[in-house]
Structures are given as structure tokens and as C-alpha cells.
């Protein structure tokens, strides 16, 4: 497996377990409207009805568009916020910093979220490659952030870094799992910058 971060980069200010950090439940959203706005609409160009979906390192909200999806699984680290998202038909609470696993099935989704969550990501090599696992071939990750963070669990490589080198390490995280980057975004569509990266899984399920 492809070591993406160093000891230095995955250091954070809080290096207590997450899950401590993520007790409490937070019902707020992590970036402005226009930028949810931006990333629903991303959603709904590249997810096709009948798809089933992850929202992995998720929270209450899915900024899913209203598409009728097969099966939307929601995953994170706060149970009462999971239990609030009224578009998932199930999810499962994991720290992926403690256990880079899912309890999912090879090829179970055909698309993978995550939204505004990867920078607390401390081994992204093997949670990228578990993201390639459980897609189909051909399926999508769309990996999405903005400058907004919790600094204290932020690892070090990202808030050492511009956007343009978040956007470079999130290409790392994707080439790591065996993911080819598909696209790349940049856009400032209201007050928050709005960044999306987006990997597809080859449709042959070779890696490349």
C-alpha cells in the first residue's frame, strides 16, 4: 500500500482519538449556502438514478440532490447526526483514523461522497483503496472541500497547504487507492471557495 503522509504530515494539534473529539453531535453545515448549492449540483450531473450511493465521513445532512436512489448508506463518526439524515436507508458509525476498513461488500455502491471531511484523514492511502473496493467498476468518489476546518484535527499536510495543494493531495489520496483522477474543480461560488476532485474507478477494475 502507497504511504501518501509522513508521520510529520498526519501530526494534528488534538491527537486524541476522534471519537472523543466527535462525541457530541454538531448540527451545523461546513460551508456557505452557495457552496452546497455548487456541490448538490455536482452530485446530480455525475449520480444516475437507481445508483447507490456512500456518504462516507458524512454528519446530518447529504446535500444528496432529490434523486430516487437504490440504497443511500450514510457513514461517520457521530451516531445522533447520522440518525438525523433523513436521505439514509442505513449507516454505520467507524472511526476510519483507528480501523481503515468498511464493513461493505466488494463493488456495493456505485458512488462514493465525501464532503468537507478529508482533511482529518491520517492514513488516506488505505481508506482511498477501501473506497475503491467497495465501488463498482466505473463508479465515481467525488471528494469535496473548502478552507473552512476544526484546526485542531486537521492533519498537518493540509493546513501546511494552499488549496491548490489540497486539491494535489486529494490526487495523491485518489492515485493511492488506485482511483484515476476523472476531474478536477475550482470554483468560488459565494463567500467559501468550493473544490471538488473526482476519481473514477476503471470500468475493467484494473488499476492503474
Sequence with gaps: ??????????????????????????FVTHADDAFIARLTALYDELLDPGDRVLDAMGSW?????????????????????LAANDRLDEFVVRDLNADRTLPFDDGAFDAVCCALSVQYLEYPGPVFAEFARVLAPGGV????????????????????????????LVERYLSAGGLPVADRIAERPGTDPF????????ASDERQ
Design 195 to 202: 473544490y471538488a476532485v473526482v476519481g473514477r474507478k476503471p
Design 1 to 26: 500500500m502507497t504511504t501518501v503522509l509522513s508521520d510529520r504530515d498526519r501530526r494534528k494539534r488534538d491527537d486524541r482519538p476522534d471519537e472523543t473529539f466527535y462525541k457530541e453531535p454538531r
Design 141 to 168: 468518489v467525488v471528494v469535496s472541500f473548502s478552507n473552512r476546518l476544526f484546526p485542531t484535527k486537521a492533519v498537518y499536510a493540509w493546513r501546511a497547504a494552499s488549496m491548490e495543494e489540497r486539491a494535489d
Design 61 to 81: 445532512v447529504s446535500h444528496l440532490p432529490p434523486t430516487p436512489f437504490e440504497r443511500v448508506v450514510g457513514h461517520g463518526l457521530n451516531e445522533a447526526e
